[in-house]
């Protein structure tokens, strides 16, 4: 895909999209060819890219942007973005942004969330604008899927849980509703590469059916 009248050399690990409309385009940045393959596999590819980090991202917080793209996994999420580094009393080119929603989409364990927070540090450290325009997202993956049986004139259901307190909230109900809990049957994602296309689809990348949160900067 091209911008403008120039050619970029886009980076490896991207699996681009169709669209260059900003207004539908998306990018998520997954850790690892495993996860990133089930999320290639899983994502329309006329508006969804994917980019495999390689491992968990830099601490950038205290890198000094000149030094940023001596890490190679960060100049290629720039080059991916079309965005150079700013900080937030920059006004920077925005002009050559190549997706409208960019989203962490890491596993729904405790590492998963260490990701998240590495790559939330890029952004609001180097890429601010892109948080302050309403740019950055984070996707929600789920940690468990529960199988309900059906119940009298209740059908059966399969249910996603983000976490523990969910997890344990799906267990109150179906014991409300008379179901016993050995009949209720319970899965935990080690990660998104153990999840088949059709479950990340339907969790994490479905516009109908994902939990897509939106970061913002409350207070500075």
């Given amino acids: 895909r091209k911008k403008s009248s120039s050619v970029v050399m886009l980076p490896e690990k991207l699996s681009d999209c169709e669209s260059s409309d900003l207004g539908d385009t998306e990018l998520y940045l997954v850790e690892g060819d495993s996860a990133g393959g089930s999320a290639k596999q899983a994502r329309d590819k006329r508006f969804q890219a994917v980019y495999r980090m390689r491992g968990k991202a830099l601490n950038s917080w ?18 991916a973005l079309g965005v150079d580094p700013h900080d937030e009393k ?38 601010p604008k892109l948080i302050e325009r309403g740019h950055i997202y984070i996707a929600c993956p789920p940690l468990y899927k529960v199988d309900v049986p059906g119940h009298g004139k209740r059908a059966a259901k399969k249910i996603y849980a983000l976490d523990e307190e969910e997890l344990r909230s799906i267990l109150d109900r179906a014991r409300d509703d008379g179901i016993k809990r050995e009949s209720v049957s319970i899965q935990r994602f080690k990660g998104l590469g153990e999840m088949n296309p059709g479950q990340l689809w339907e969790t994490a990348l479905n516009p109908d059916t994902r939990r897509l949160l939106k970061v913002r900067i409350e207070d500075k």
């Fill in 62 to 79: 205290e890198v000094k942007r000149e030094l940023l793209f001596s890490n190679a996994e960060i100049h290629d999420i720039a080059v």
């Fill in 90 to 127: 920059d006004n920077p080119d925005l002009s050559g942004l190549r997706y409208g929603k960019v989203a962490s989409m890491t596993d729904a364990d405790v590492d998963g969330a260490h990701i998240a927070v590495l790559l939330l540090t890029l952004f609001y450290r180097h890429f």
